[in-house]
C-alpha cells in the first residue's frame, strides 16, 4: 500500500502522518502522509517546472496518447487490489467497486486517449477581409484537481485522465478521508514512466491547504468536486489571481414516476438511485414523485424492499449496503431527519443507526424514507448525502415538473413512463444538466456530466469536458494583396 506524497515522479515522506479510518469497522487501515504548506509548495513548483520546460506538454500526441493507455492498463492489471481497497476505504459494497468504480476508471483514461486527438483539431476559419485565422486548442497550464470521498479513484480518473489529454500538468488533491486509491494511481503513473512533474499526488486537510492551493499564481486552472460550501470558498481563493474554475456541486435531484409504468422495475431502479454507495451519490434521486394512482403501490413496495436491503461490511460480496463514510457524515444525516421531523415530516422507515455485532463498530445508517414533506421543509431543499429519501405524490405532468424544478440545485433527474413523447416533452422542462428516461445512472466517458443552477458549471467527460482543460488561442494572419494590411493605411503615411 502506498502512503506517501507524490511529487516531481518520486514517493516522499511527510512530517505529519494521519489515520485512514476504514468505516466499516471504525480502525484505523493505515498512516499516510499529510502534506504540509511546505509540500504543497513544492508540488506546485513541480508541476510548474514541468509544464513550462517539461516534456509533457510537448510529447507529440501519439506518445501522450500511449502513456494513458499505459495507465488505463495499469489500473486494469491492479483492478481486484484497487477494488478492495476503495470499498475497504469508503465502505461501498465490493460489488459496487468491482463492477463499477475500478473498471470505469479505467475505461475514462482508455477512452480519452482514443479520442482527445480528433476533439483538438485545429480550426482554420476564412474570414471575408484579407486575413485568416487558426483556432488553436492550448492545454491551459497547471491545474489543480480537488476530489471528494464519495468516488476517490472513479472521479480522480475524470479529472486526471482529461487534464493529461489536453498537454496539462497537474497537482491533485484526494480527500484526506480516502486518499488510498489515489496513492496507488500515483504508483500506477510512475510505472508508466510519464515525465517527472506531470502528475503529483498529495494528501492534504482541504481546510489547511485550500487556500495556499487556490491562489497561488503558479496556478492556472481548478477542477472541483465537492460540497457547495467548499466550491463557494475555492470560488473565493481562486478570484485573488482570477482562474478558470469547473465546479461540480451538489443535488437533490428528482424522480418523477408516472402511473403507466411497471411497478416492479420503478421501485427496483428508484431503490438503486438512492441507496447505492448508501445515497453518498451527487446524482442521488432524493426526492421521487409519484403519480396518485399508483403512490399506494409504489411506496408500500419501496418501502418492503428498503427495509430488506442487507447492510453489512464493505468487503463482503451479500452486502447491498455499506457504512457512511465517517461518524460525522452519520451525524449530519440524522441531524437532517431530526430537523425534518421537526418541521412536521413523517420518518416511514428507517431514520437509525441499525443494531447487529457485525455492524455496532462501523457507521452504517438504515434505508430510511420520508412522506409528508413539503417545498419549505429543509428536507426538501437540502442534500443530505445519505440514504435518505423523500417521497411525494403528484397528480398531473405540469405539477410533477414544477415540484421537480422548485430547487436551488440542477444536477440530475429521472423520468419513468412508457409514453416516450410525454417524456420527452418533461425532459426539455426539466432543469437539470442530466436527463434520464426510464433508467438511472448511466455514464458514458463520451456524454458530458455537469449540473445547472448551484449544482455547478463546466462539464466532465466528452468532448466538452475535454474542451474545459483547453484554452482557445487565435491566430490571424494577414492575408491582403500587397502584403499591405488596413494599419498600414490608418495614419496615412
Ligand atoms: P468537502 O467539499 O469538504 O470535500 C471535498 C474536497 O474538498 C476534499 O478533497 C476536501 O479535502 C476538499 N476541501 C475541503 N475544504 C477545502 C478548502 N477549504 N479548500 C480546498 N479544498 C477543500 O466535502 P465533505 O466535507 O467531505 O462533505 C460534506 C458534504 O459535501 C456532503 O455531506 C455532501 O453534501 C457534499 N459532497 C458532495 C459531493 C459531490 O460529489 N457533489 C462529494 C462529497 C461531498
Ligand atoms: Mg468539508
Given at each position: 500500500m502506498i502512503t506517501q506524497l507524490f511529487i516531481n515522479g518520486e514517493f516522499k515522506e511527510a512530517k505529519e502522518k494521519q489515520s485512514v479510518i476504514n468505516p466499516s469497522t471504525g480502525k484505523a487501515m493505515a498512516q499516510v502522509a499529510l502534506a504540509s504548506l511546505k509540500e504543497v509548495d513544492l508540488a506546485i513548483a513541480s508541476a510548474r517546472a514541468a509544464f513550462d520546460g517539461g516534456e509533457w506538454p510537448r510529447l507529440s500526441l501519439a506518445e501522450r496518447k500511449d502513456f494513458l493507455l499505459k495507465i488505463a492498463g495499469g489500473i486494469l492489471d491492479k483492478a481486484g487490489e484497487l477494488a478492495a481497497l476503495e470499498s475497504a476505504n469508503t465502505g461501498k459494497p465490493i460489488k459496487e467497486t468491482t463492477f463499477m468504480d475500478i473498471p470505469a476508471a479505467a475505461k475514462t483514461f482508455e477512452y480519452i486517449a482514443n479520442n482527445f486527438e480528433s476533439f483538438l483539431n485545429a480550426e482554420i476559419i476564412n474570414l471575408p477581409e484579407e486575413a485568416q485565422v487558426t483556432l488553436r486548442r492550448e492545454p491551459v497550464g497547471v491545474v489543480v484537481l480537488i476530489i471528494p470521498w464519495n468516488y476517490p479513484l472513479l472521479i480522480a480518473s475524470w479529472k486526471l485522465a482529461f487534464a493529461l489529454a489536453a498537454g496539462n500538468t497537474v497537482v491533485l488533491k484526494p480527500s484526506s478521508l480516502t486518499p488510498l486509491s489515489a496513492l496507488e494511481l500515483a504508483g500506477i503513473v510512475q510505472e508508466a514512466g510519464?515525465?517527472?512533474?506531470?502528475v503529483n499526488i498529495i494528501n492534504a486537510s482541504g481546510p489547511k491547504v485550500g487556500a495556499a492551493l487556490c491562489s497561488d499564481?503558479?496556478?492556472d486552472m481548478i477542477s472541483f468536486t465537492g460540497s457547495n460550501e467548499i466550491g463557494r470558498q475555492i470560488l473565493e481563493y481562486s478570484s485573488q489571481n482570477v482562474k478558470k474554475s469547473i465546479m461540480e456541486l451538489g443535488g437533490k435531484s428528482v424522480s418523477l414516476i408516472f402511473s403507466d409504468v411497471d411497478v416492479d422495475t420503478a421501485v427496483n431502479s428508484s431503490l438503486c438511485s438512492i441507496f447505492l454507495n448508501q445515497g453518498q451519490m451527487?446524482?442521488?434521486?432524493s426526492r421521487i414523485f409519484v403519480q396518485d394512482k399508483i403512490y399506494d403501490k409504489f411506496s408500500a413496495l419501496f418501502m418492503e424492499k428498503a427495509k430488506a436491503l442487507r447492510l453489512g461490511?464493505?468487503?463482503?460480496?451479500?452486502?447491498q449496503m455499506g457504512p457512511l463514510i465517517s461518524d460525522n457524515q452519520r451525524k449530519k444525516v440524522i441531524a437532517c431527519i431530526e430537523k425534518a421531523r421537526a418541521e412536521g415530516?413523517?420518518?416511514?422507515c428507517g431514520g437509525k443507526i441499525p443494531q447487529g455485532a457485525e455492524l455496532k463498530n462501523g457507521y452504517f445508517f438504515e434505508p430510511t424514507v420520508i412522506a409528508n414533506?413539503?417545498?419549505?421543509?429543509h428536507i426538501f431543499k437540502e442534500?443530505?448525502?445519505?440514504?435518505v429519501a423523500i417521497i411525494g405524490k403528484f397528480s398531473t405532468a405540469e405539477e410533477a415538473v414544477e415540484l421537480a424544478n422548485f430547487s436551488d440545485f440542477g444536477l440530475a433527474a429521472c423520468i419513468w413512463t412508457k409514453d416516450t413523447l410525454l417524456a420527452e416533452r418533461l425532459a426539455k422542462q426539466l432543469n437539470s444538466g442530466t436527463v434520464w428516461i426510464n433508467t438511472?445512472?448511466?455514464?458514458?466517458?463520451?456524454l458530458p456530466y455537469g449540473g445547472f443552477k448551484q449544482s455547478g458549471f463546466g462539464k466532465e467527460l466528452g468532448q466538452a469536458g475535454f474542451l474545459e482543460y483547453t484554452r482557445l488561442k487565435n491566430i490571424i494572419t494577414d492575408q491582403s494583396a500587397g502584403g499591405k494590411p488596413l494599419v498600414n493605411y490608418w495614419y496615412g503615411f
Open positions: 510519464l515525465p517527472a512533474g506531470a499564481k503558479r496556478v451527487c446524482t442521488a434521486m461490511p464493505s468487503e463482503s460480496p451479500e452486502t415530516a413523517k420518518v416511514l414533506v413539503n417545498t419549505h421543509m442534500e443530505v448525502f445519505g440514504p438511472y445512472g448511466m455514464f458514458y466517458p463520451q
